[in-house]
T-cell receptor, first 113, second 117 residues
């Protein structure tokens, strides 16, 4: 069964600190993995996208890694800001012709002053 | 936001009434999607469209229908709303961002919050 699991479910960190969010998946055949940020009351916004040949991708203070062998990804946030408070969703695409996306349930991050 | 708008943004309705949600895009994307988001679940695909009058079911399509008579508009109809359809509904479009076909990205609208009493 295609699944995406994220951990932790929620996280509180102090402003300025770093954090790492985890994503494990069992989606096959794998096409790509994306991380989305979803602010409260808004739609998800894409942060990074990685194909099977990429093992790291950065977008400002966000760095995503991918280990296709162990089917794990992480999202590292450096020098957190209050505006980083949001849900972070890991999404894996299956290469089935039709772009089937499997969504994780997200990690809810709260950056505290 | 890839030029995606959804209407209405909030709606309260009663069980048994029909409800139509609208997704409008301004950039001529071929693929459009409807998802629902509920606590404890990842986004789940309801229906999608790959062109005018071309639609197909997603994983949670029961109780929903869609129509796409113009490229820019994708309508989601709850034929007879039930309390289990209380949710946040997101429309998305697909944009290809690379040449390999593996870098397509979906862009999401702002969502419609629906409460069925």
């Amino acid at each position: 069964k295609n699944q995406v699991e994220q951990s932790p479910q929620s996280l509180i960190i102090l402003e300025g600190k770093n954090c790492t969010l985890q994503c494990n998946y069992t989606v096959s055949p794998f096409s790509n993995l994306r991380w989305y940020k979803q602010d409260t009351g808004r739609g998800p916004v894409s942060l990074t996208i990685m194909t099977f040949s990429e093992n790291t991708k950065s977008n400002g203070r966000y760095t995503a890694t991918l280990d296709a062998d162990t089917k794990q990804s992480s999202l590292h946030i450096t020098a957190s800001q209050l505006s980083d408070s949001a849900s972070y969703i890991c999404v894996v695409s299956a290469n089935t012709g039709f772009q089937k996306l499997v969504f994780g349930t997200g990690t809810r991050l709260l950056v505290s002053p | 936001d890839a030029g995606i708008t959804q209407s209405p943004r909030h709606k309260v309705t009663e069980t048994g009434t029909p409800v139509t949600l609208r997704c409008h895009q301004t950039e001529n994307h071929r693929y459009m999607y409807w998802y629902r988001q509920d606590p404890g679940h990842g986004l789940r695909l309801i229906h999608y469209s790959y062109g005018v009058k071309d639609t197909d079911k997603g994983e949670v399509s029961d109780g929903y229908s869609v129509s796409r008579s113009k490229t820019e508009d994708f309508l989601l109809t709850l034929e007879s709303a039930t309390s289990s359809q209380t949710s946040v509904y997101f429309c998305a479009i697909r944009q290809d961002t690379g040449t390999s076909g593996h870098q397509e990205t979906q862009y999401f609208g702002p969502g419609t919050r629906l409460l069925v009493l």
